[in-house]
């Protein structure tokens, strides 16, 4: 393997885009100072005084242009994306067809942002008259997208804000910026007008330039911390956050065990568990945990890792070196602490091996805050009620998941867990893409999910006649 270049702390300095897997250089691209992203809002705002006035089919066949040119270059997005965040490439092939379905579910919403007819004689006063409820374009939309999911979660970004009449400047991560650039270019391609979508590339110092510029809602998807300061630095421009999670898995006594095994592997390991909602706690019922860990083992152990553009790879590296350190410190230190290493726990450079821990404490390193990182951390409990507030403990609120078919058990799990979405049956990381996605606590602000973004990104008018 090539050793890494030293990076410069110039902010403004060219950033290279650098293969996690064998650290050559992917691209580089150059990081906007506050004055270009000033004028990119300039020519946003500029865009969308015009598009404002666009209608809904018009906004529909634009989302559908930018889809169809995503998949008239579906295979050179894949090869981008896989080489820029090291996920296999049969996860990249996915994320490429999810992103076309995220767009084209945009398009089909924007036909159907209704409005209401409301009644004010229910006061005296309001006789006669009726309150005509509409939703306008909020105006000039800035997003910032993590480096896991570079195409599909801009377009989670992107698919609602033109379809609701707003325009866009994206930031994406430095650590993948690649594949949303050209996303950019496809968009102009697509025929959509000069200024409206936009793209920015720079760290921390570019995206408080963006949060502080003149934009009228904030999309921001990665972690709390991040996600604080970016609130605070907007003021009182809207803001909608995804914010991570530290998602647990049930595993009832009646549940299918080789589909939970199957789930618990294919969640956690997707994106070498680089994933906000992946399985982070599985909780194993005593009644069932000593047969699901004799299946689940050796399901792990014959996950292949490695090169992510070999198609065999069933999971690719974590996104850099710094990560990879930074998760195998924490498998070190929760074993250090009394947990049971079962299987993994190795790392040369950004590859770490698939690993399941049994015996972790709430306390532990792996699971006291979110990890991201191929690690599946194992509780057993008998007592589901406990089980529940430990996970409600949490700063956490994003989805679970629960592996049963009994009715009862679904509805006290659906009603007491203090998330924001609870799969039945499936992983915590099941998502749809015009379904409501986001969380409670320090999992967000407001949700994602193309029907709901759209209102997200629209502000609501009153006319009473």
């Known amino acids: 393997m090539k050793t890494a270049p030293i990076r410069r702390h110039d902010p403004f300095a060219a950033i290279e885009v650098l293969n996690p897997y064998d650290q050559s250089v992917v691209g580089e691209v150059a990081p906007a100072d506050a ?10 705002r500029k865009a969308q005084a015009a598009f404002r006035h666009s209608q809904p089919y018009e ?38 067809r999810r992103s076309q379905n995220t ?40 997003a910032i997208t993590p480096f896991n999911y570079p195409l599909n979660l801009l377009c989670h970004k992107l698919g609602p804000a033109i379809a609701a009449g707003n325009a866009m400047i994206a930031k994406p991560s430095p650590k993948a910026p690649l594949t949303a650039g050209r996303l950019g270019d496809l968009a102009q391609e697509a025929g959509f007008p000069v200024g409206l979508f936009q793209i920015v590339h720079g760290g921390s110092e570019a995206a408080v330039a963006l949060a502080r510029s003149p934009i009228d809602l904030l999309s921001f998807t990665g972690g709390p911390a991040a996600g604080l300061a970016l609130k605070n630095a907007s003021g009182l421009v809207r803001c909608l956050m995804e914010l991570g999670g530290n998602d647990p898995l049930f595993v009832m006594p009646d549940a299918d065990l080789d589909k939970a095994v199957a789930t618990a592997i294919g969640h956690r390991f997707e994106i070498a568990g680089q994933s906000c909602a992946a399985v982070k706690k599985l909780y194993l019922h005593q009644d069932i945990r000593a047969r699901f ?48 290493l079962l299987t993994g726990g190795t790392r040369t450079r950004t590859m ?5 821990l049994d015996d972790v404490e709430p306390d532990h390193p792996v699971v006291a805050d979110e990890t991201f990182g191929p690690v599946i951390a194992i509780r057993s409990f008998n007592d589901t009620e406990a089980a529940i507030a430990e996970v409600n ?39 749809a893409e015009h379904v409501p996605f986001g969380g409670i ?3 967000g602000l407001g949700r994602e999910g193309v029907r709901i973004a759209l209102r997200e990104m629209s502000e609501p008018k009153v006319v009473i006649d």
């Open 293 to 340: 860990i004799e299946r689940l083992v050796p399901a792990v152990q014959a996950v292949r890792f490695g090169d992510p553009l070999d198609e065999a790879t069933a999971m690719g590296p974590v996104i850099d070196e710094a990560a990879a350190e930074t998760v195998a410190a924490r498998i070190a230190s929760t074993v250090n602490q009394g947990a049971r």
């Open 393 to 431: 403990a949490s700063a956490f609120g994003l989805q679970a998941g629960i592996f049963t078919n009994d009715h009862a058990v679904i509805r006290r799990f659906s009603r007491e867990l203090q998330v924001g979405g609870v799969m039945v049956n499936e992983g915590p990381d099941f998502r």
């Open 35 to 44: 004055g270009e992203i000033a004028a990119a809002v300039a020519r946003a």
């Open 103 to 142: 767009l084209r579910l945009s398009g089909d919403a924007a036909t159907f942002l209704d409005g209401e007819v409301l009644h004010c004689g229910i006061v005296s006063g309001g006789v006669d008259r009726l309150a005509t409820i509409t939703y306008e374009p909020v105006g000039v939309v800035g």
């Open 59 to 96: 906004r529909r066949a634009l989302l559908d242009a930018l889809a169809a040119r995503i998949a008239a270059n579906a295979e050179e997005l894949a090869q981008l994306l896989a080489s820029e965040v090291g996920k296999t490439i049969a996860e990249a092939r996915n994320e490429v």
């Open 441 to 443: 606590k320090s999992s």
């Open 352 to 356: 770490i091996a698939p690993t399941v």
